[in-house]
């Protein structure tokens, strides 16, 4: 499974970005996805995740309100809406998968990542 995220970019302080992540291979609907980010001297750190059906979602309190995790299933695509950013969502973001198919929050727990998307919020 390769994951390839894209979306990223610089936006002000109260603006919006539209991430997204394509996935190849096969049996994408059989896999849980996460967004996890990582800012400069930082852990990396789970945002958000959606399970198999795109049913059951999961979010960091950091973005609870404000991010949106989706997936498409025929596209092979997750993706995260992210609203009212903040400068302290200025991060390379990641997303990954997990054949466990069940939202999980520690990055070890995933099996297949994306090479990561910056995104940059101005104050």
């Known amino acids: 499974v390769q994951l390839q995220a894209s979306g990223g970019g610089l936006v002000q302080a109260g603006g919006s970005l539209k991430l997204a992540c394509a996935a190849s291979?096969?049996?994408?609907?059989?896999?849980?996805l996460g967004w996890f980010r990582q800012a400069p001297g930082k852990e990396r750190e789970f945002v958000a995740g959606?399970?198999?059906?795109?049913?059951?979602?999961y979010y960091a309190e950091s973005v609870k309100g404000r991010f949106t995790v989706s997936r498409d299933n025929a596209k092979k695509t997750v993706y995260l809406q992210m609203n009212s950013l903040k400068p302290e969502d200025t991060a390379v973001y990641y997303c990954?998968?997990?054949?466990?198919?069940?939202?999980?929050?520690?990055?070890?727990?995933?099996?297949?990542w994306g090479q990561g998307t910056q995104v940059t919020v101005s104050s």
């Open positions: 990954a998968a997990n054949f466990g198919g069940v939202i999980l929050l520690g990055r070890y727990d995933y099996d297949y």
């Open positions: 959606i399970g198999r059906s795109g049913g059951s979602t």
């Open positions: 291979g096969p049996s994408f609907s059989n896999y849980a």
